[in-house]
């Protein structure tokens, strides 16, 4: 479908609205306006506020909004530009347009411009993609969503490994407090049958912020650093074996088992996007998974006790459980630009990681997380190349 269904005349404009301006001339190149002019009779080292409009041959005026270059603060000079993005504001033009400009002076001095063989290798490197509309360069962003953690190294909380359950229950202090909150009940147990051995973790929250350079806008190495707090939780039972116990009477009595661990996730990726529409395209990303957990609780409740079943000798040693890990990611989603601002990613990964906990750091096991990604375009090293000002010479290429 064409987006224009009349050709727009490159035309030279016969009225100037001002005496600062000159050599106003307005024509098409690449599905977009171009407007140049001088800027002249004016003050040095003063900036002046231009905006600009269209009229067209029924006198209607339109104000363009997808609009970048020499305009707003500009300086006094020549080969001035401005460029008019006319299909994203509207899909076709079938009359001929003039434009207006208008000048209003600023109330502040602007610093002393540096000379420009400095400014002319700068800009002519920028412009390139500019014309194109491409982005390139270092942008930054943040990212949430849903961590759904493989329930492989749950029971790592479940007191039969590193931190035992046998450092409470079977600890004579210990348990002459325990029995008094059992009603001074006899107890027992065993890690085979009184321990659970299918623990899961809860589905919990990740946030984490990333840094992507582009090379394009279908391709970019990205990095993501993503933390995310998990929890487990499950039952362990007590055998109760007091001979002051009736046939009535409960055997065992259900008491509470839960773990916490911290893990940080830093992805080095590839980016790749495929399609060509102006908001949403999918996309595909792989690359390497680092991670470091960190545990920070192993607790078990028997009634209205609570104690920490974590090691004692790594406390005392400041040993700290957990750590480091690796593997390898893969995930899709859409990538959807709404405006020239920032840019949205909704996908999914999947990791193939080794957690770093003693007896589980052997295997290979996946980790899925659904998330939203934001990236400002306008905080980065290189800015959106749209939002840049053009050569003249490049446009006219």
């Known amino acids: 479908m064409k987006l224009f269904i009349a050709f727009i005349f490159v035309f030279l404009s016969l009225s100037l609205f001002s005496q600062e301006f000159s050599n106003i001339v307005s024509y098409q190149k690449d599905k977009k306006i171009i407007v140049t002019y001088d800027l002249i009779n004016t003050a040095p080292h003063t900036v002046y506020d231009i905006k600009l409009k269209f009229q067209d041959s029924t006198g209607k005026i339109i104000f363009p909004r997808t609009i970048y270059g020499d305009l ?47 400014n002319k290798s700068t800009r002519k490197s920028k412009n390139k993609n500019i014309a194109s509309g491409e982005l390139h360069g270092l942008f930054f962003g943040a990212s949430t969503g849903l961590y759904l953690a493989n329930k492989y190294t749950a029971n790592y909380f479940n007191g039969t490994g590193v931190n035992r359950i046998s450092v409470i229950l079977d600890n004579p202090q210990m348990k002459e407090k325990i029995q008094e909150a059992l009603s001074n009940q006899n107890y027992s147990y065993d890690t085979i049958n009184s321990l659970p051995h299918n623990m ?29 707090k998990l929890k487990t939780a499950d039952k362990f039972t007590l055998n109760i074996d007091s001979v002051n116990m009736s046939f009535s009477d409960a055997q065992y009595v259900s008491c509470d088992i839960t773990g916490n661990e911290t893990r940080f996730d830093m992805n080095l990726c590839w980016y790749q996007v495929f399609g060509n529409n102006k908001t949403f395209n999918p996309y595909a990303e792989f690359g390497l998974n680092f991670n470091n957990t960190l545990i920070k609780k192993n607790d078990i409740k028997i009634r209205s006790l609570t ?57 290979l096991k996946p980790n899925v997380v659904l998330y939203i990604r934001m990236i400002l375009l306008t905080f980065g090293v290189s800015g959106n190349a749209e939002t840049q000002q053009p050569s003249t010479d490049e446009l006219n290429k």
């Open 307 to 363: 104690y920490s079943i974590m090691n004692p000798s790594n406390a005392y040693y400041k040993i700290q459980n957990g750590g480091v890990g690796y593997g390898f990611l893969a995930g899709a989603g859409v990538s959807m630009k709404l405006n020239e601002n920032f840019t949205f990613d909704i996908g999914f990964n999947v990791t193939m990681k080794k957690i770093g906990l003693v007896g589980y750091d052997d295997a």
């Open 200 to 228: 899961k973790y809860d589905p919990a929250l990740t946030m984490g912020f990333l840094a992507r350079y582009y090379i394009s806008n279908r391709s970019a190495l990205s990095f993501e650093f993503n933390s995310v």
């Open 72 to 118: 707003g603060k500009v300086s006094r000079g020549k080969n001035k530009m401005i460029v008019w993005d006319v299909t994203r504001d509207q899909k076709e033009i079938s009359t001929k347009l003039d434009p207006i400009l208008e000048v209003t002076r600023s109330q502040y001095m602007m610093p002393k411009s540096k000379p420009e063989s400095n």
